[in-house]
């Protein structure tokens, strides 16, 4: 439940990030540029980039794991199932057998 909520939240603020790109990095700066705010600019639109792939790989981390917890569970219950299922055959050979023996005699 942790590795969903934690997946989904990185994917929400991961989209969060992209939308308000804008509004965070904010706008390319007028030539002619001053060094300090073509420095400034350049910091915050690294800053974004290297917070925007973190998200992402966060993300992605976490999908890779949901997927390795789901494919765990799955194998479990193929074996739980075919577990049954042979017991199951067996049950009903020991039937027909009692059946056979029953009416031979």
Same mark, same amino acid.
């Given at each position: 439940? #942790?590795?969903?909520? &934690? $997946?989904? %939240?990185?994917? *929400?603020?991961?989209? /969060?990030?992209? @939308? +308000?790109?804008? !509004?965070? =990095?904010?706008?390319?700066?007028?030539r002619p540029v001053k060094?300090?705010?073509?420095?400034?600019?350049?910091? #915050?639109?690294?800053? &974004? $980039?290297? %917070?925007?792939? *973190?998200?992402?790989? /966060?993300?992605? @981390? +976490?999908?890779? !794991?949901? =997927?390795?917890?789901?494919?765990?569970?799955?194998?479990?219950?193929?074996a739980q199932n075919m577990?049954?299922?042979?017991?199951?055959?067996?049950?009903?050979?020991?039937?027909?057998?009692?059946?056979?023996?029953?009416?031979?005699?």
């Amino acid at each position: 439940m #942790r590795l969903k909520l &934690f $997946t989904s %939240l990185m994917f *929400g603020l991961t989209l /969060a990030l992209m @939308v +308000g790109r804008p !509004l965070i =990095v904010g706008p390319k700066p007028q030539r002619p540029v001053k060094r300090l705010e073509a420095l400034a600019y350049t910091e #915050r639109a690294l800053t &974004f $980039t290297v %917070l925007l792939i *973190g998200f992402i790989t /966060a993300t992605g @981390v +976490g999908a890779i !794991l949901q =997927v390795r917890v789901a494919k765990e569970e799955y194998r479990k219950l193929a074996a739980q199932n075919m577990k049954a299922m042979i017991e199951g055959a067996l049950n009903d050979k020991s039937k027909r057998a009692k059946e056979q023996n029953v009416q031979s005699d």
